[in-house]
């Protein structure tokens, strides 16, 4: 590619840790999804189901863009584990409105996460990467819109 | 549900174990389709990501199978960590025909654990696990034979 | 057919039983789907339709299942009425929470009488009854799991 | 609704009438098509296939539009059986020939009933629940073509 | 056309005051789309959306009918805030319950006036449009049952 | 049907004579679209393609109507011929506009000729051939609507 | 065109004439499918639909095929009325046997004809007519198989 | 795969031996759907493609099961008809009521040679082969039973 | 979000003076559609079809914009009114060429706005809505491109 | 038909030939499809599922033309192992590339073949069968193409 | 295959300049289409663009063509231009009329070519190549029908 | 449009200097998916075509952009050959592994071109063809990863 091999090198590792994050927020979207309970049940239960549907879409999008630049990409269960900054939730019980309020951190961490990688890929002329990074920016702030309002108790 | 609560705990715990192979077995399929090199490489790059998609298509079957009969289900990264038996290979480089043997082992590996979790579902009386598992099995031993042949060099 | 007398007397006995249940439930969700009230209106309005769907879609496998074994099923409304096990909810007001508990506990009892019927299969070495009768307890059971999940008040 | 308490009463009888009528006769023309023998059985079973199917499409319709006018409809196979009008026929054995007369006969009772609440609509001022019973009407008389033209013998 | 010039004016006159208030409509249940919030967020977003797809499918048909009996149609926003009888919404923050129980209400003087225009229409022979006005008061009356049941509490 | 003889005798006169005239309304249509010619070959070839099967798919649905209400309909070319009242035009070459012009005039005379069939629906009580004719007097002013502003010159 | 000015009028005078025969076989076909009756209604009903679409979507391709060698197409009923070979049969009522009997001769004489216009064809070099004709002839000639084995009594 | 020697040996043995009488049911299926004749030509020859169909759509699972579980399987015309049991019928003319006979026949043998698959799969251990076998035996009985009842005179 | 407050309110701000002007323009567009007259007719009919179509698509991707970085937006058609700076057209009468020259300017005076919004994106470090505008200003490019070349005379 | 009793035999003769060697030629390419190994595996075996599924579509067009002709056609395996000329190939191992050039053999024939075929049907007057056989013959060149470059070495 | 190498050499000649030939007027078709202007811009960019995607539909055919008889065909933009004998046109403005008038020129005389390369084909034997030709001619002569009939003025 | 004249004319300089080489290298893309030979032919005949497909689906997009902003694009073959920097490959034979390398290195020489025309865009503040560049470079980068993983050799 045209890129230089500090590009590569700094792109590659931005978006490696963007994606650690994208398939542990899966997991934990998922997990969610299944152990869902009470009223508003189904009605989460599809709500968790499509973010994690959109979250799943991006990984293989991630994985190849770092190809493309030349660099390698995550290899295993162990090396997201290793890279991954959003945490684990293995608790046997997640009320439902605490499990949104989690999720709608988490997903405001990784966008986060990804406006640094983005600025990382200006800063290398990665205009490919920035473009993409730009649309899933959009879309992880969709599903914090969702998860915030769904939170909320009156005009607060 | 009308299962025993042994049945719920050991049918759980089986579908459980077989899940957490699966997520490391879909990753593992993954990392070699994203790093596939060599003159085959349109090819096994495609090869693995059917492979890839038809593994992944039985995470959330699985998980909710398990959420059916009464238990909870994986929930994170770690917890996959923690439950695979399938060993991950992070190696910088990997033959292309390595690549396709180390599969080919794997998902034998798979099958067999599925064959263990069918006689639990049989022993626990829990035909719709069992129904399922065969179909898992089918496909699984359908991986296997791709892979077995596409590795075979003269009538070997 | 291969199968003796007496079993497609049993296997059509079992199964045109289990028919009548399926059309008893199939108005007892389409009546709580017709007659839902409250703040979760849309959300529980669509669930019930959902079911419906699902229940119904079996009504012309299982009767055509009966004459692929050579026995005659289901004929008329009074023919239901008469071998159905499952109860009429006439009542003028039922609570969107009754609704769902009192599907949960039909279809838990729906799945225990297809279990019955599997058993019958079984003896009577109709394996293909029995196949198909392992596909409509997974689903039965899934329609307990949500019904139960939106029943559920906190970690009970 | 704009619809005064009285055309609520008497649009919601009809119109639950014709629904258990409709209900009734689709189980007759299941009960037929699953029992249907002689050299024109691949023929006739499609067409019972057919018009089952356009039936039972009314059924959601019917019953919605009773809500929309603010009353209370179906609740229960009990509920069918007290009000239908065409008759149940659990015949062993019924005449191909025989089959298609008796529906011919209960789809001109149907399309007579649905004409009686076409009137009811019309004197409350129901013009939308009106304008549905002209679809359905022309549609019950398509199958009464059908059936009548299938009985005729020579330019009778 | 076979109408008379009164039949246009008069026929044109009420249908684009309809349309008038479909448009205002249309916005409103939009505004609250957007602005929804709370634990229901999901469910009343994606009602109203559902909706407001329905209500807004009207526009173009109404116009077009009304250049179909030789009028001229609405122009621009300004006109449309000139003819519209359905209120504005601008506040900062409306309660969701509330939200609902606004647009039943504004849905309930829609279905009025469209029983009006229905009535003009019969005056005057022009029986297409009093056809086209029955399709869309079903639909109308049944966004009302949807949103007069998502206000019910209990058996009120 | 529950219609008298003499509404089956005038119902279906009234329609075949509406089945003749769409027949040959059809011809002529195509006949324009197929010899069309000048600098707005392409569109008004494809204006009359579009209105050619409009009207072409009325033409079973009327046919079948009124097979529906007991009568019979036409049988052949020549039948048609005796029957149309709209008048062929074989003349070698029509002016583009000329084209136009003839078919909005000929359309006008078949949305009359619906509504006298329709009042005479009406007074037979033939509630669902009424109702298809609304729909085919709609599509009739539609394509009137279309040929007469493509006839306009200024604000005339 | 390449053609030359004979080629033009021989090959547009054979396409017209197999043309107005198409549209008579079509209304007869469609008239026989209108006026079945028996116990083979539905399964002739649909077997003479079948085959009408298929003659009718013959209609536009012959017309333009026309056009496109500079010929002039048809213009009216009267002007198929004038053309046609085939015999309109106007007839009361006519025996369902005796309806395939005769479309199966009618297809003879139009299958000849389009053998006639191919050597037409032929003669004037004309190519892309003849092999379009080539399609034309095999669909004929199905219709004339299903025609003529529906007629069979045993082994004659 | 985690199969024995023996089980390959086995199960490959039951199911190429069940293909070949696939391939041969096939073929008998088509030779009647080609030489039908009578007045149900057009029923039966539908009847018997989409027995065809089905029929077909198995040979390529049957054989591609057998190299899962690590066999050899069908190789050539020659090969079939060495293995089949399902005998051919070349003569010129059979009647229809014959045809439909000796395939009811022909499957009910089809039929019980799957059953005795099943129970060498089901000695063997494997499940997989077994669970599809169950479905290829329900779709058989469903053939069975519209030949049965196609054949039936009377309440006989 | 991560924006800061004043990024919120600059960036609400310019996207909601925008879909005023969206709102405006759609409105214009279809005016014009829905009195579009002249030779010219069909096609222009269609052209702003498809502008409006593609002018109304984005209404919602903005609104939802505005909510996903913090703001609130547009609530009724008072309030677009309000905002709105593309002019209305009540006129009876609009020459078809004036039509399209004045919504190629309403085109440039909206590019020219969403231009100026973008800007203030990229001042406030908003990527995601920048990269949105991106494609919507090429949207209104190629509109501006058809309405001007439609109105392009020779050479000019 | 048109055709002479002549006609019949030679074009018959000469269809049903070919059709052995159709199926011949599939069972041949589906064998070696099953049984394919080496590096190539999944490429081999999808271009021969690929030329299998195109040989199989010419069976019932082949089969049917004949019976269109008047003919009869192909009854059974045995059938086909008398007429057909494409040698089996029953070796328990055949190399893959050796497997790529027998059937290149093999369709070469299959040409030559079908060319002879077209000769008779141009002798016989048969200008529907030659169309047909126009398209066969290029597809079959296609496959020929596919697998003599896939068996090149290098400039040879 | 089993045309003699004479018929490689002149067929692939006459194929690949008629191929130079369609990328050459695909181009110039482009071109008018990209550059199209005046009140007629929409409706003539649209049927540039439709005869475009037709023309250009027919390389990768013409093409692979000329690989099943065995011989090479275009390697580059360079190869098109020297052997395309329909002319570039790079002017900088060309009136609307003339681009059509141009157009169906070329397209005359593409249609011409193909006529030389059937008789070529026709001659060394052929059969599958003329057959395609025929196909592409037609599609030709309705390009030439549209741009002669969108040139005429009156009846000339 | 909004951009000064200079913007206009560098802008399109630019796109038609990428467009040209675009064209360039989908002809030789197809060449040698047309000349492809060897083991591989068939999966790197795939890999040319999807390769070509993904390039000439730019071109009718980077056309239009040009046009959008005010300039003149492409206009015939010889424009292409003037302005194309990507040079043609006429030989006779090219190695296939030769292929994959030249088309790499082409690929990689646009994707270098594409840069320069982005960075003309940003400087002259053309946002909307720098945002679609962004994504046909990140397609022109996937196309080069797949040509350089096939051309590796073992860790190189």
Redesign the interface.
């Known amino acids: 590619?045209?890129l230089s091999a500090d590009a590569t090198r700094d792109v590659s590792g931005a978006l490696n840790a963007v994606l650690a994050d994208i398939?542990?927020l899966y997991?934990?979207t998922?997990?969610f999804h299944?152990?869902?309970?009470?009223?508003?049940?189904?009605?989460?239960?599809?709500?968790l189901d499509e973010q994690g549907q959109q979250i799943f879409a991006m990984t293989?999008d991630v994985?190849?863009?770092v190809?493309?630049?030349g660099g390698?990409?995550?290899?295993?269960?162990?090396?997201?584990?290793r890279l991954?900054r959003i945490p684990?939730?293995?608790?046997?019980?997640v009320?439902p409105?605490d499990m949104l309020a989690e999720l709608r951190d988490d997903n405001?961490a990784l966008?986060?996460r990804m406006?640094e990688a983005?600025s990382i890929c200006d800063e290398q002329?990665d205009?490919?990467s920035?473009?993409?990074?730009?649309?899933w920016?959009?879309e992880t702030?969709?599903r914090?819109?969702?998860l915030f309002?769904?939170?909320?108790?009156?005009?607060a």
């Open positions: 590619t045209a398939f542990a997991l934990k998922k997990n299944w152990h869902m309970s009470g009223p508003h049940f189904r009605d989460y239960h599809l709500l293989d994985a190849e863009r190809r493309k630049v390698a990409t995550l290899r295993s269960i162990g090396h997201i584990a991954q684990d939730n293995d608790a046997d019980y009320d409105q405001g966008a986060l406006r983005h002329g205009i490919a920035a473009s993409l990074l730009e649309t920016i959009d702030e969709r914090i819109w969702f309002e769904a939170g909320r108790r009156g005009n």
